[in-house]
C-alpha cells in the first residue's frame, strides 16, 4: 500500500551495528505499528504507538527501540544488531476507534551478519 | 495473552476447488477477527474480517465463519484461482478504544494449481 512506506526494503548489516528502520504513512492515522515476520511464527509485534506522546511495548520488544517523530512517522532502530534479528519487518497504521484496520506497509528484509 | 493457532500451514488446491483454513483463539474477550492475504513481496491485507456479534460473513468468492463457543474461526475460499496463490494469516484482537492489538496465527501457504 503506496499511502505506508519503508525505508530501506532490504538491508544488511553486521553484528553491533546500530540500524534505523524508518516508516511513514500518508493515511492520518494517530497509531502505528511495528511487526517482525519470521518462517513458521507469523507476525509478532515489537513497539506500538498511539499518538506522538504514547508508545508501548509490544510481544518482543527487547533489543529494539522507537522514536515516534511526527504523527506520520515511526522509526524502529536496532542498538547493537543481532543475527537473530535478521527478519522482515513491517510497519502497519490504523485510525484510532473500535474497527480501525491494520494497513501495512511493503517491509523491510534485514540481514545481520 | 491472546494465542491464536492456524491449520494447516501449507495447503494444495487445484484451480476451481474450495479452500479452508482454520484458526483458533484462547481469549474468550477477543471480538474482532480479521484475515489478511500476503502475495510475494508485499505487505499483508485486509481482506475480509467479522466481529463477535455474527456467525458468519461472505464477500463474493471468500467467507468467513466464527463459532464463539468452541473458539476458532475459518477462511473459505471457493472456485479457487491461480491468483489466490499466496500467504494468509488469521489474528484475533480484543476491539475497543485503546486496545486493538492484533496477535497472528503462523500463516498458511495456499497453491493453487492450475
Known amino acids: 500500500d503506496a499511502d505506508v512506506t519503508q525505508t530501506p526494503r532490504n538491508r544488511i548489516t553486521k553484528t553491533g551495528k546500530r540500524i534505523m528502520l524508518e516508516c511513514s504513512q500518508t493515511?492520518?492515522?494517530?497509531?502505528m505499528y511495528w511487526y517482525r515476520q519470521d518462517p513458521g511464527l507469523g507476525l509478532r509485534l515489537i513497539y506500538y504507538?498511539?499518538?506522538?506522546?504514547?508508545?508501548n511495548k509490544g510481544e518482543i520488544s527487547d533489543g529494539y527501540s522507537v522514536s515516534r517523530q511526527a504523527q506520520a512517522k515511526f522509526s524502529l532502530s536496532l542498538e547493537s544488531a543481532i543475527p537473530n534479528q535478521t527478519a522482515l519487518y513491517f510497519c502497519a497504521t490504523s485510525i484510532d476507534r473500535v474497527g480501525g484496520t491494520q494497513y501495512f506497509g511493503p517491509g523491510t528484509r534485514l540481514l545481520v551478519l | 495473552g491472546e494465542n491464536v493457532e492456524q491449520h494447516p500451514s501449507t495447503l494444495s488446491v487445484q484451480e476451481g476447488d474450495s479452500a479452508v483454513i482454520k484458526c483458533t483463539y484462547s481469549d474468550s474477550a477477543s471480538n474482532y477477527f480479521p484475515w489478511y492475504k500476503q502475495e510475494l513481496g508485499k505487505g499483508p491485507q485486509l481482506i475480509i474480517d467479522i466481529r463477535s456479534n455474527v456467525g458468519e460473513k461472505k464477500d463474493q468468492r471468500i467467507a468467513v465463519t466464527l463459532n464463539k463457543t468452541a473458539k476458532h474461526f475459518s477462511l473459505h475460499i471457493t472456485e479457487t484461482q491461480p491468483e489466490d496463490s499466496a500467504v494468509y494469516f488469521c489474528a484475533a484482537s480484543i476491539d475497543e478504544p485503546g486496545a486493538n492489538n492484533l496477535f497472528f496465527g503462523t500463516g498458511t501457504r495456499l497453491t493453487v494449481i492450475p
Open positions: 504507538s498511539f499518538d506522538v506522546k504514547d508508545i
Open positions: 493515511k492520518g492515522h494517530d497509531r
